[in-house]
Every structure is written in C-alpha cells, then in structure tokens.
C-alpha cells in the first residue's frame, strides 16, 4: 500500500463537493487516513507550490490557494499516488470535462488554476506534501 496527498482547494470547499469528492475516494479503494482544514497564508501556499515559483500565474495561484480554507488528506491504498492523479484528472478543467467527463475535475473545476483538487505527483512529492500537512510521524 502507498500514500498520497489529496487536497480539496478552496473552491472545492465553498462549492460544497466534499461529500461527493469523499464518497469517490471511499468507491475507489482508498482508505482516508487523516485529514484536516487548514487556511494557508501566502507564505505557506508559496512554500507548497515554491516549484513553480518563477511561473506566471504564481502570484494568482497563490491568491487562490489562500481564499478560503483547504481539505487537506493522506489517502492509502496500492498505487495511491499515481490512482489518485488518474481519478482527478487533468490540470485543466476545462480540457477534462471534454477528454476525462468522469474525473472530479470535470465535476468541480473550472479551469487551469480553480481545478478544486490536488494530488501529490510522485511517491516523493506525497512524502514532502503528507509532512507539509501532518508533520512526520507515521505511527498510525
Ligand atoms: P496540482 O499540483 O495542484 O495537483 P497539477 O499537478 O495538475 O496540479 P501543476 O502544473 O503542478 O498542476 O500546477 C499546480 C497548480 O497551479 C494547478 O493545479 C493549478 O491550480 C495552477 N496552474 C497550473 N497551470 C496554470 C496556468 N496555466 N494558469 C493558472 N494556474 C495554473
């Protein structure tokens, strides 16, 4: 079994999707082993997304990500990482309504920045990104 990091961004919280964006996760196998709210300020959602901080659309991205609270959760199951990033589709709402109809992006999103979720991309960005949220310790 393998985890990752799942995030419901702020437009996905104020659009009210949480329940049905959990309910594909518990449908696909996953199991959400810990979850929490969390209200980044800038230098937090600067730190989270400092890989694309020399990219044009970071200052916006940065403005959205801290707009309201976020869901932050660790999901398990075999192949979380790259599981995960297959059910929310790609990075562009619009283009996935088109070419991935059944992702929750094309459910919740609405563009290339408000796509309403996240998923770590590697076994080693979920590593980083579970401790961004929780911290270290994996005793559970
Ligand atoms: P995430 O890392 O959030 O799961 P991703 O891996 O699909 O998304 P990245 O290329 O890592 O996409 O971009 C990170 C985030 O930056 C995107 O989820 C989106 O919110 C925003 N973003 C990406 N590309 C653009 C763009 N061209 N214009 C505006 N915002 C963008």
């Known amino acids: 079994r393998e985890r990752t990091l799942a995030m419901i961004k702020p437009d996905g919280l104020s659009g009210n999707y949480t329940e049905k964006i959990k309910e594909v996760i518990l449908e696909s196998g996953f199991d959400i082993v810990k979850e929490a709210v969390v209200h980044l300020d800038a230098e937090r959602a600067s730190l989270f997304y400092s890989e694309h901080s020399g990219r044009s659309f970071f200052d916006s991205l940065v403005m959205y990500m801290t707009s309201g609270p976020v869901l932050a959760m660790v999901l398990e199951r075999p192949d979380a990482v790259l599981h995960w990033r297959v059910l929310i589709g790609p990075t562009d709402a ?7 109809p059944n992702s929750i992006r094309a459910m919740c999103g609405l563009d ?3 796509n309403c979720v996240h998923g770590s991309d590697s076994p080693q960005s979920a590593a980083r990104e579970i401790s961004f949220f929780f ?3 994996r005793s559970d």
Request: hydrophobic residues 25%; positive net charge.
């Open 94 to 100: 619009r283009k996935a309504k088109i070419s991935h």
């Open 112 to 114: 290339s920045e408000k």
């Open 135 to 137: 911290g270290d310790v």
